[in-house]
């Protein structure tokens, strides 16, 4: 049975599952911000799990090709070799899985961090989906209309 799972999901398997399975967590972030169902499954562990997890297959998988794991650290020298790294799938699944992971998470914040100010869950609709499309965008965008609600200008909180 393992076996078959591993053949399976294969990396467009495994890219189309991630993508596909965070949807419902950002439609619940947007839609329904302040709900039971956003508390206990989007802003808690379990997406974390969910795409650590995938993470760790993912590692596993490169693994077992016998991916080249220290060439990664090489991706630090030059913008040519980040796009030598980008050309391997391997890499790419791995960086797009950290990728989503990182935008859920902070889109999950800019919920949490709404409802503490009071903030209308219209308002940061546009914040959110800015953070599912084009992330550090989005936050920079929340943050904006967060001084307003805050009224005052925090650069550490």
């Known amino acids: 049975m393992i076996e078959q ?5 294969t990396i467009e398997i495994l890219y189309f599952w991630v993508n596909l399975g965070v949807l419902p967590f950002w439609l619940i972030l947007i839609f329904f ?3 039971n169902i956003n508390k206990f499954l989007v802003t808690s562990i379990l997406p974390i799990l969910l795409l650590s997890g995938t993470y760790i297959f993912a590692l596993y998988k490169s693994y077992l090709n016998s991916y080249d794991f220290i060439s990664n650290f ?3 020298l030059s913008i040519s070799n980040l796009s030598n790294l980008f050309s391997n799938n391997l ?5 797009w899985i950290h990728f989503v992971s990182i ?16 903030i209308n869950k219209m308002l940061v609709a546009f914040p959110l989906i800015i953070t599912y499309l084009i992330g550090p965008l989005g936050v920079f965008i929340y943050w ?13 909180e």
């Not at 890499?91 to 960086?95: A, K, Q, V």
């Not at 902070?106 to 961090?113: H, K, N, S, Y």
């Not at 904006?144 to 550490?156: E, G, V």
């Open 74 to 76: 090489e991706l630090y």
């Open 103 to 118: 935008n859920l998470f902070v889109g999950g914040w800019i919920v949490r961090d709404s409802q503490k100010l009071y």
């Open 5 to 9: 799972i591993y053949t399976y999901f």
């Open 144 to 156: 904006l209309i967060r001084i307003f609600y805050a009224k005052s200008i925090n650069l550490y």
């Open 91 to 95: 890499f790419l699944i791995l960086f």
């Open 33 to 35: 911000p302040s709900s």
